[in-house]
């Protein structure tokens, strides 16, 4: 069965100290990874997508890495703006995949002053 | 530049009523995404259409949920006799194709509360 795990659950950090947050995920073939933001109360906003094992992207502070088990949300000096909940999901390959993506729980972060 | 828009943005119902959720999918695209967010859990699947047609619903609950995307208008996800675990908040997302690693963008979604 396709599935996502998001840890940690919740992550709180002091402005400036950087960390990461993990996407495990198993799946029957990956068309790609997708990771957004949401805010409280609104729709998840899109940040990246990777597509295959050993792909990076970057955006400001935050850079997300592929490997073929799991991504890295990594986050660089973040700032109390950063503070949300980021999700991580994935579209598989397959027949009768038709393009839904499967979500992970989320990891809360919270970006103390 | 309109993003993906839905309305309303909150709608209470009681219990047995009809609940009608609206999304417009942004410009240019053409299929459309239903998501449903529990409190407490995370988004799941819940049907994928194209205009007219039905693609994907096999996250939908087989009973009171249904969904149309007809050729003029917005997607409508409907659910009839709504009950206390309908409450949720429910999301559309739309992409110019399907299936291939496209991005989906998601619209600001509607949050039921069924009394």
């Known amino acids: 069965e396709d599935q996502v795990t998001q840890s940690p659950e919740a992550l709180r950090l002091q402005e400036g100290e950087s960390s990461s947050l993990n996407c495990s995920y198993t799946?029957?073939?990956?068309?790609?990874l997708f990771w957004y933001r949401q805010d409280p109360g609104k729709g998840p906003e899109f940040l990246f997508t990777?597509?295959?094992a050993g792909e990076e992207k970057e955006k400001e502070r935050l850079k997300a890495t592929l490997t073929k088990k799991e991504s890295f949300l990594h986050i660089t000096a973040p700032k109390p703006e950063d503070s949300a909940t980021y999700l991580c999901a994935v579209q598989p390959r397959g027949s009768g995949n038709t393009g839904k993506l499967i979500f992970g729980q989320g990891t809360t972060l919270q970006v103390k002053p | 530049n309109a993003g993906v828009m839905q309305n309303p943005r909150h709608l209470v119902r009681r219990r047995g009523q009809e609940a009608r959720l609206r999304c417009s999918p942004m410009k240019g695209h053409s299929h459309v995404y239903w998501y449903r967010q529990l409190p407490e859990e995370g988004l799941k699947f819940m049907v994928y259409?194209?205009?007219?047609?039905?693609?994907?619903e096999s996250g939908m609950p087989k009973e009171r949920f249904s969904a149309e995307f007809p050729k003029e208008g917005p997607s409508i996800l409907r659910i009839q006799q709504v009950v206390r675990g309908d409450s949720a908040a429910y999301f559309c997302?739309?992409?110019?194709?399907?299936?291939?690693?496209?991005?989906?963008?998601f619209g600001p979604g509607t949050r039921l509360l069924v009394l």
């Open positions: 990777l597509y295959s």
């Open positions: 259409l194209q205009k007219e047609n039905i693609i994907d």
């Open positions: 799946v029957s073939g990956l068309r790609g």
């Open positions: 997302a739309s992409s110019s194709e399907s299936g291939g690693g496209e991005t989906q963008y």
